[in-house]
C-alpha cells in the first residue's frame, strides 16, 4: 500500500488527506483551515461484524483536545479506512476555519466522506489489483 495525498475544496473550505502504511495498518492525517493542528486522534480496529454476516466492522477509541470537535471527523475516517480495507488505522485530524458555520461544518462532513470514499477506493483497487465494484474508476 503505498502513500497518497488527497485535498478536497468547496466553495472556501478545503481538506487535506495524507494517507501512510505502517506495516500492515493506516494511518490517515486529515487537515484544513488556517491552523492545521492535533484536534483529535481515533484508533480503530477491523474486526468481524457482530452481526455474523460475514462483514467487517470496527472498534473504536478516540482521544479529543479539550474544547475541539474534530473527534466527528476522526472516529468516521478510521473507522471507514478500517472496515472498508479491513485492516487497523489511525486517523489525526486537526481542522480549523475561523467563524465557521453550520453550511460549513456540512461542508467539512461532506468532503471528508468523498476523501475517505476515494481514498479507500483506490487503495482497495491497489490491494487486490481490480477495479472496485460500484465504484467509479
Do not use: W
Amino acid at each position: 500500500m503505498a502513500m497518497c495525498n488527497l485535498t478536497l475544496s468547496r466553495g472556501a473550505i478545503s481538506i487535506t488527506f495524507s494517507v501512510e502504511a505502517l506495516g500492515d495498518d493506516v494511518c490517515v492525517t486529515v487537515t484544513g483551515g488556517s491552523r492545521p493542528h492535533i484536534g483529535a486522534v481515533a484508533l480503530s480496529m477491523a474486526r468481524p461484524s457482530l452481526t455474523g454476516d460475514g462483514s467487517v466492522s470496527a472498534s473504536t477509541s478516540v482521544i479529543t483536545m479539550l474544547g475541539h470537535k474534530d473527534d466527528v471527523v476522526a472516529k468516521y475516517v478510521s473507522e471507514q479506512f478500517a472496515k472498508r480495507l479491513n485492516r487497523n488505522a489511525a486517523a489525526v485530524c486537526g481542522i480549523h476555519y475561523d467563524e465557521i458555520t453550520p453550511s460549513d461544518i456540512k461542508t467539512v462532513l461532506d468532503l471528508a466522506s468523498e476523501g475517505t470514499r476515494q481514498i479507500c477506493s483506490m487503495l482497495l483497487g491497489e490491494l487486490t489489483g481490480m477495479p472496485v465494484p460500484g465504484e467509479p474508476g
